[in-house]
């Protein structure tokens, strides 16, 4: 679910296994990602998954870094992550967002082998494209409550100017 010139596309880890059987992103029941995308002041309501494409209209997008759905991100390897960040840097090159944001600090530092990444925007770029590493909004990454969560996407709108 992607368009030229986004806002922000949104990258996820990789495919859950609900979202690979319901071809919707953030499928998984406890997935906070569509709770915190409203909660943040992206959307004007809370979204369901199945009404993803709605968010082109906001000039947001979604993808992932590695393609292969599993049941944890865990189970993907290095290789994979390495791979798919180079697969991800050749779409938003192609694809000009604004913002890449990347929702787990681990996955990009898998991806773009940057291990002192930390949450909020990083200095490196994607040709003109910015970006900004967000908590994972899986209900398995306890550290980071809904709350918290929308605060930082929200500084992320912020500077999308949205």
Sequence with gaps: M????????F???NPG???????HHFARPGNRFWPVLHLSGFTPRLFKPSEQAELLT???GIT???????ARADEL??????EGGRVLGAKVERLRPQWLAV??????RAAFDDRRAVVGPQERTIGSSRIWVL??????????????MAQEYGRLREAAGR
Excluded: K, Q
Aim: aromatic share 8%; hydrophobic share 50%; proline share 4%.
């Design 2 to 9: 992607v368009a030229d010139g986004l806002a922000v596309l």
């Design 11 to 13: 990258c996820g880890i």
């Design 17 to 23: 296994l609900m979202t690979a059987a319901t071809g």
């Design 58 to 60: 906001y000039g947001l």
């Design 64 to 70: 992932n870094v590695v393609a292969r759905a599993t």
């Design 77 to 82: 390897d290095a290789e994979e992550f390495r």
């Design 103 to 108: 929702v787990g600090v681990t996955a990009y």
């Design 135 to 148: 908590p994972n909004p899986s209900g398995l990454n306890a550290h980071w409550t809904a709350a918290t």
